[in-house]
């Protein structure tokens, strides 16, 4: 460590202005951070501080997203031997995911980073970390079979119109991981949605064997076949066809409670959103006049990106309501809403992302009146002792 | 016992080294000052020269906007130096004392005896009125103000605080005289903002011209300012007054004695001071004498004040005026491999991100290491854990920021000051600077109302 430390000082002053490498002072001062927290002290204001900074908060939720991506990786394989009809060993369909799935992970990675490098570079910033959490995200919410060029676009396109055009982590308005998703799912829905899809290898000619079909269970809802659904304990447990990180249930309970006990996700926001798709649920079954209105309120908690989607994307601090009574209505709203558009619009089999990111556009407005209100209660105050 | 508020936001940093509850001998210290920069939007004019021969209560500067105001000095002899800093700026009016301690003498009177305006001008003489502050903004109080409110904390929920009740032991008689002096000023009765178990229930009960309110909870609840917004908060246009208890003192001190007698028990705390404890000494002295032997090796930090809000003074430096606490801690100059990454187990974090959960009651030995970079502000819902106020903290800090004055005074920058929010800036994971924005910010307000 000792020589690390000094060979990193040793080589900063050709990264500090006027150097050689002044370009890329951020770039190296993203590794330093990264290997080292740095040994700034307090100069003014409290003179003890947390030991919780940025990277450490980020750091949790690629921690509590862990159970889903292991399991994620596992059913890439297990999806692909299924269709295929063959029955290798647990480490042959772990690898195979894996080997799937690494590649998606290093080009959200490698493209996302290079673009926040150059941006604090250009701003005089720090590297932020919020691209940590994004980067780990995108790869769990696209399609297995995603051409990488197609994913290296759409990343480029979430971070750059989606984050850094309003300034970089803390300031944007859409959830960039979504807004990657969203690109995707617009620009290339041949290879977003359908049968084909979901499954490695289905798309490059594998055949899949007799009574296999390789559709997603919204998919198959959507289109009337509710009897074809999968088993609730299979929806929960994940062993479904779907996105990377998004099919099992549990995996994202687990990483579900981890972020509440540490504090670094919004409780407030994960339990009405539940709450909120489960009425939805409700009243679809209340007026149920097919079968897919007809399907239990719960079992669409289980079904598609919903879990993933409320417990990971919805409590994304930056672009979730920030006001706590608007972190419940903003919830309730989302969960409302991705069951609504899932089950009454024909179009999009899927309503997790579009209703996301609607409430990230209304969250600021959710926000406003719970301000509004507080000064309201402020004003109100002032009356009553002017009496 | 009337009903206790009890505060349920906050947060307790528990540090080694608290003060032990006894008095200690330390050697007479060599010089004082009197800071300037102790004083919010204080502009002083120097009424000494160097070299001028003074006693213990004849001015050293005033206010040049409010010239009656005037700044006092704690003990005779010769005004030393004047230290000032950029732009001539004075930062120190350092007093060297001759020892014999010759005072200026003042009327010594019953305050509940004299009209309003003869006690306003005896604090004012004798400089015991900057000791009188105001809520909003947190500087000297305005003697043709008359207050909503007096109000005085009787305990301090900060890390290392002092413990009033027994520094305020045997002293009933003169924060008495205090306290009415205060209600004459205010026109009504002293508010006291009490502990059940940390406030000592005779001292208390014995007092009169008090209205006391129970305050119970994690600090910030021993704040002046949280205790005001939960009995009678601050709006608009509202002055209320804040004393602290040992200055209460100094005031009864100077109607029964008829001197400036600047006395103080201070506790020295912190994790570096060798023998934590309290000593006797005045308002300005050097601390030199009381952590010159007394401290551990190393780098160190020393805090005229708590680790919160305390403003950081050389080993030589110099008490502040309205500080009865003076902390060491490490500094915390070193970069830590991965430290973002490891389990933390003796980590200090409000988060349960660290495995430092694990033992809630373990006392930190912390230093002043930033532990991280400057970020935007990410985190929402994460300050008013820490803060038991009605205010939306992020959305203040925000306006504060952009300066925009009427969501400002929206959100109720008249009920905060530094201390109040200092939790949410240990706390944060962006490592804003959140004290200074809300001076700042409080600067423009003050300007723009003129």
């Known amino acids: ?387 | 016992m009337d009903k206790v508020i009890k505060l349920k936001r906050g947060l307790d940093i528990r540090l080694q080294g608290e003060a032990e509850k006894k008095v200690g001998r330390a050697s007479e210290p060599g010089s004082f000052a009197l800071k300037p920069p102790d004083f919010h939007t204080l502009v002083p004019k120097l009424t000494v020269h160097e070299g001028d021969e003074i006693k213990a209560g004849s001015p050293l500067f005033f206010d040049k906007y409010r010239p009656e105001i005037l700044f006092t000095s704690p003990v005779s002899g010769q005004v030393k130096t004047i230290f000032r800093g950029e732009r001539r700026r004075i930062l120190e009016v350092i007093v060297i004392p001759d020892g014999k301690q010759d005072h200026l003498t003042f009327r010594k009177s019953d305050p509940l005896s004299m009209k309003r305006e003869e006690i306003v001008e005896e604090l004012l003489k004798s400089g015991v009125w900057p000791f009188i502050r105001q809520r909003p903004f947190d500087h000297v109080a305005d003697p043709e103000d008359t207050p909503k409110a007096v109000f005085i904390s009787l305990f301090d929920t900060s890390p290392l605080a002092p413990d009033y009740a027994f520094i305020l032991k045997g002293e009933e008689k003169v924060f008495q005289t205090g306290v009415n002096a205060l209600s004459m000023l205010s026109g009504g009765k002293v508010h006291l903002g009490v502990h059940p178990e940390r406030s000592d229930s005779a001292f208390v009960s014995a007092l009169q011209n008090v209205e006391i309110h129970y305050f119970k909870g994690p600090h910030p609840a021993g704040n002046v300012g949280v205790q005001i917004h939960h009995t009678d908060p601050i709006n608009k246009g509202d002055v209320v007054w804040v004393v602290n208890p040992q200055d209460v003192l100094i005031i009864g001190r100077l109607f029964e004695e008829g001197i400036y007698d600047p006395q103080r028990i201070v506790a020295v705390a912190g994790s570096e001071v060798k023998e934590p404890q309290y000593y006797r000494t005045r308002v300005g002295a050097s601390i030199a004498p009381l952590v010159e032997e007394n401290v551990k090796e190393g780098d160190l930090r020393f805090i005229s004040g708590n680790v919160l809000t305390g403003t950081k003074i050389a080993k030589t430096g110099y008490l502040g005026f309205y500080d009865s606490l003076v902390t060491v801690i490490p500094e915390g100059h070193y970069s830590e491999f991965f430290g973002w990454l490891m389990p933390g187990f003796g980590k200090f974090s409000f988060s349960r991100s660290f495995f430092s959960w694990l033992t809630p009651k373990k006392k930190y030995r912390l230093d002043t290491n930033l532990h991280g970079g400057h970020r935007a502000l990410v985190f929402s819902g994460l300050y008013e854990r820490v803060l038991p106020m009605d205010i939306l903290v992020m959305q203040l800090l925000k306006a504060t920021i952009i300066g925009d004055i009427d969501q400002m005074e929206n959100l109720g920058i008249y009920e905060v000051v530094e201390e109040d929010i200092a939790l949410c800036e240990v706390i944060d994971p962006s490592k804003t600077e959140m004290q200074s924005i809300l001076r700042n910010g409080i600067n423009v307000l003050i300007k723009e109302l003129g």
Do not use: C
């Open chain 1, 1 to 387: 460590m000792k020589a690390l430390r000094n060979f990193l000082d040793k080589i900063k002053p050709s990264f500090e202005k006027g150097g050689r490498f002044e370009m890329f002072h951020s770039t190296f001062e993203a590794f330093e951070t990264l290997m080292f927290v740095p040994d700034k002290v307090t100069t003014q204001g409290s003179h003890i501080r947390d030991a919780m900074d940025m990277k450490r908060a980020m750091i949790i939720v690629v921690f509590a997203l862990v159970p889903a991506t292991l399991f994620g990786i596992w059913n890439i394989g297990y999806q692909h031997f299924l269709a295929a009809g063959e029955e290798p060993g647990f480490w042959s369909t772990f690898l195979f995911g894996l080997w799937k799935y690494l590649p998606l992970l290093v080009v959200s990675y490698v493209v996302g980073l290079g673009i926040e490098f150059m941006f604090a570079q250009l701003r005089g910033h720090e590297v932020n970390e919020g691209f940590l959490v994004t980067g780990f995200l995108i790869p769990l919410i696209v399609p297995v079979d995603i051409p990488l060029w197609m994913l290296a676009l759409a990343v480029a396109f979430a971070v750059i119109i989606g984050k850094e055009v309003f300034g970089g982590t803390g300031m944007n308005i859409l959830n960039p991981a979504l807004t990657a998703r969203a690109f995707l799912f617009f620009s290339y829905p041949a290879w977003m949605s359908g049968d084909q899809v979901w499954v490695a290898g289905l798309k490059h000619g594998l055949q899949a064997v007799d009574g296999f079909s390789g559709a997603t269970p919204l998919a198959e809802a959507a289109a009337g076949k509710i009897e074809h659904l999968p088993s609730a304990m299979q929806m929960f447990l994940g062993t479904i066809p779907g996105s990377v990180g998004e099919t099992s249930t549990l995996a994202i309970l687990l990483g579900a409670l981890f972020l509440i006990y540490t504090g670094i996700g919004s409780w407030k926001i994960m339990v009405s959103a539940f709450a909120g798709g489960l009425v939805m649920g409700l009243i679809l079954n209340l007026f149920a006049v097919n079968p897919y209105m007809e399907v239990p309120a719960w079992e669409h908690l289980l079904l598609g990106g919903f879990a993933f989607g409320m417990v990971f994307m919805a409590t994304d601090p930056v672009t979730a309501a920030q006001t706590e009574t608007g972190k419940w209505i903003y919830g309730f709203l989302a969960g409302l809403l991705a069951i609504l558009i899932r089950v009454l619009n024909p179009a999009y089999p899927e309503g997790v992302m579009l209703a996301i990111l609607l409430m990230n556009v209304f969250a600021p407005l959710i926000d406003h009146y719970v301000i509004e209100a507080n000064i309201k209660r402020r004003l109100k105050r002032a009356k009553v002792t002017a009496q």
